[in-house]
């Protein structure tokens, strides 16, 4: 293999993963016709290629626009291009959004009427963009949707100026500003070739990891954003080492998490609820003979009807928690009843649910949207964080009650004074809610304000120290 083709094959596992990346980029070659034992040439151009895609506000206006037909394009990446241009990130983020508007031509030749970009963001490691081609826009007689959709028209190059240009292995550009876009037909070689143009459509249809951009077919929540499992394992490894985290996840707590958030057909909103009757038809339904046994269970179809499990274990009943569905004429739908059940056992109902502190958030939101799937406001994370602690605040009292009548102390703790009973009486729901937003009104910071909450709480609860 010729080394110019080696640097681009080194390119696409780079971005992609070494199996992943030598699939697509021998798929390049055989849409580009490249021979890759021989330079790659590409034509003389006064200007570089770039390339862009982002989840957007745009893609609302995508659903909607019977005109138009939009293109998520991948532009620009911090690499070494084909001609020896250096880009890096830095340069790149400050001028990714200066292409916002820009125009779009082909070849680099005249502006096309009916191509816009309408959106322009640095993410993902690459310039990525947003464009939007009307059904009328047109090349040489032909139309601008059917060359995309073809491949005539595969990648794209950036037309753009800068202040200066440092020679450090190649010329790096510095004061960067896009000034247009042009869209590259099949004979025309891009500086960088892992830029591409994706409809968007298959944005829509198919969910991305919002990390790494590849397709999901399993996630875990990262905040509000769903990832592969193994993006957010790599996220809080590079954070806790960045950050240096005091409370660093251990890969164990990663492996225990909440299912996906997802909305699964409605049953009606009266529908009883019970979840050892649910959880019979479920493991039935899951099952590939219909036995609800064990050993014949598919366990990610399983899953689909709790809103936490324990990864380490994904083949025992018992790591599944929170049960919210049940199969109704065959099909697994989402129970109103059992939504409110498993909400209220978060917030430490019948002795809540064992599960890691920091999945809850995670689970609570997979619970918040199948509330407003049912027209309903969840609960404020807030209560059911306070309702958590409550839960665990009794377990501790009955614990330590426990404890003490073994020793024979129980007299003792029954003659409780005056004062310790008006501490107890503070560990409610409204007291705790207070004290947290006295706390961030003398500027404590939320997480330092909980933290405060927690301690004073549990001091409280032991029969020492101050509320």
């Known amino acids: 293999m010729h080394p110019d083709f080696e640097r681009i094959l080194k390119m696409f596992r780079e971005r992609y993963g070494e199996e992943e990346g030598e699939r697509r980029f021998l798929e390049w070659i055989k849409r580009m016709g490249l021979d890759p034992e021989k330079p790659y040439v590409m034509p003389l151009m006064p200007i570089e290629s770039f390339s862009w895609a982002k989840r957007s506000t745009v893609l609302s206006a995508a659903k909607e626009d019977g005109e138009a037909k939009y293109y998520r394009v991948e532009a620009l990446f911090p690499v070494k291009s084909m001609n020896n241009w250096l880009y890096t990130e830095d340069e790149l983020i400050r001028a990714a959004r200066t292409l916002i508007g820009k125009p779009v031509n082909i070849n680099h030749e005249a ?4 191509i816009e970009v309408v959106d322009a963001e640095f993410e993902d490691g690459a310039v990525e963009c947003i464009i939007k081609v009307h059904k009328n826009a047109s090349w040489n007689g032909k139309s601008i949707i059917s060359l995309i959709d073809s491949g005539e028209i595969s990648h794209v190059s950036i037309e753009g100026r800068f202040r200066s240009a440092e020679p450090v292995d190649g010329l790096k550009p510095e004061g960067l500003i896009l000034t247009g876009l042009a869209l590259l037909t099949r004979e025309n070689l891009p500086g960088i070739p892992l830029t591409r143009i994706m409809p968007i459509e298959k944005m829509i249809e198919q969910e991305l990891c919002y990390l790494c951009s590849r397709p999901l077919s399993d996630a875990v929540l990262l905040g509000e954003y769903r990832v592969h499992p193994d993006c957010a394992k790599r996220f809080w490894e590079i954070a806790s080492q960045v950050f240096q985290f005091a409370e660093k996840r251990s890969m164990r707590e990663l492996g225990e998490r909440a299912v996906a958030s997802h909305e699964t057909e409605k049953a009606p909103e009266e529908t009883p609820w ?10 039935r339904w899951a099952s590939t003979d219909g036995s609800g046994e064990k050993e014949k269970i598919d366990w990610s179809k399983y899953r689909e009807a709790y809103a936490w499990y324990n990864e380490e274990a994904p083949e025992e009943f018992g790591s599944y928690k929170l049960p919210h569905h049940d199969v109704i004429n065959g099909r697994l739908v989402v129970v109103w009843r059992g939504v409110a059940a498993a909400m209220a056992a978060l917030a430490g109902a019948r002795g809540g649910v064992d599960i890691p502190v920091e999945d ?18 969840p609960p404020e994370l807030t209560e059911i964080l306070i309702g958590c602690l409550e839960s665990k605040i009794e377990t501790l009292r009955k614990a330590i009650q426990e404890q003490a009548e073994k020793h024979g102390e129980h007299a003792d703790m029954r003659e ?20 947290f937003k006295d706390l961030r009104s003398q500027g404590y910071s939320q997480r ?5 909450v927690a301690l004073e709480t549990i001091e409280v609860a032991c029969g020492g120290g101050k509320a």
């Open 416 to 435: 409780t004074s005056e004062a310790e009973a008006n501490k107890r009486s503070e560990l409610t729901k409204e007291a705790l809610i207070k004290r």
């Open 448 to 452: 330092d304000a909980w933290r405060l």
């Open 111 to 114: 502006p096309i009427e009916g």
């Open 360 to 377: 809850r958030r995670a689970v609570y939101n997979h619970l918040a949207r199948h509330y407003r799937q049912f027209e309903r406001e």
């Open 274 to 283: 019970d979840a050892d009757e649910a959880e019979a038809r479920i493991r």
